[in-house]
């Protein structure tokens, strides 16, 4: 027994990982689909996610793909960004406060919720470790999060964020400050680079 080619080459095409619903849409049955898991040619990493076993697991990619209101926040959006150099044992990600998450991924993750006006400030693209684009906050957002957030964070984690944002030769504290008086935190965000730095 071997993959359907169909799924094979839109697995390729689509970072190793598809949905039940994206398999189906090509004309392979649910039932296929459990034959293809039972004989160890797929592998379902997720409820209703899956990847060639041959493959390698891409958590924060096969998460994205379970909610199209996911973006990877705070510590997650920290890694991304190479603000950190800790890989977050749990993802943390932010969705619209009128969103729900699917349940199967609700208790493996830190979810933030945000207003909807505010939800898509500062949305961009960032690499996982695995190569796969994911969205994610870009570091201004970042650091007005973990400001925002700052009893929720180790505190060790939030002052090297702050200090690697400070020595980044990309850093752009315009937008930053356009950022933090969008949240009001900008008095917050001035205190914390005046102390920290």
Same mark, same amino acid.
């Given at each position: *027994?071997?993959?359907?080619? %169909?799924?094979?080459?839109? &697995? !390729?095409?689509?970072?190793?990982? &598809?949905?039940?619903?994206?398999?189906?849409?090509?004309?392979?049955?649910?039932? *296929?689909? !459990? @034959?293809? /898991?039972?004989? =160890?040619?797929?592998?379902? /990493?997720?409820? =209703?996610?899956?990847? %060639?076993?041959?493959?390698?697991?891409?958590? *924060?990619?096969? &998460?994205?793909?379970? !909610?199209?209101?996911?973006? +990877?926040?705070?510590?997650?959006?920290? +890694?991304?960004?190479? %603000?950190?150099?800790?890989?977050?044992?749990?993802?943390?990600?932010? #969705?619209?406060?009128?969103? !729900?998450?699917? $349940?199967?991924?609700?208790?493996?993750?830190?979810?933030?919720?945000?207003?909807?006006?505010?939800?898509?400030?500062? /949305?961009?693209?960032? $690499?996982?470790?695995? =190569?796969?684009?994911?969205?994610?906050?870009?570091?201004?957002?970042?650091?007005?999060?973990?400001?925002?957030?700052?009893?929720?964070?180790?505190?060790?984690?939030?002052? &090297?964020?702050? @200090?690697?944002?400070? $020595?980044?030769?990309? $850093?752009?504290?315009?937008?930053?400050?356009?950022?933090?008086?969008?949240?009001?935190?900008?008095?917050?965000?001035?205190? #914390?680079?005046?102390?920290?730095?």
């Amino acid at each position: *027994m071997t993959v359907n080619s %169909l799924i094979y080459n839109a &697995m !390729s095409q689509n970072n190793n990982a &598809m949905t039940t619903a994206e398999i189906t849409q090509l004309g392979v049955s649910r039932t *296929m689909l !459990s @034959r293809y /898991v039972k004989a =160890g040619l797929m592998q379902r /990493v997720r409820q =209703g996610t899956y990847i %060639l076993s041959s493959e390698i697991h891409d958590d *924060m990619y096969t &998460m994205m793909l379970r !909610s199209p209101h996911i973006i +990877f926040s705070h510590e997650t959006a920290l +890694f991304l960004n190479g %603000l950190s150099d800790r890989t977050p044992f749990i993802q943390s990600l932010t #969705i619209p406060s009128n969103a !729900s998450l699917p $349940k199967s991924i609700s208790g493996e993750c830190n979810c933030f919720y945000v207003n909807e006006l505010l939800y898509s400030l500062g /949305v961009t693209q960032c $690499k996982t470790a695995f =190569g796969n684009q994911v969205r994610c906050y870009n570091a201004e957002r970042t650091i007005c999060d973990i400001v925002r957030s700052r009893s929720r964070l180790d505190e060790e984690t939030f002052v &090297m964020a702050i @200090r690697n944002y400070a $020595k980044s030769p990309t $850093k752009n504290l315009n937008l930053l400050t356009e950022y933090a008086t969008k949240f009001r935190i900008l008095k917050q965000i001035t205190q #914390i680079f005046e102390i920290i730095l």
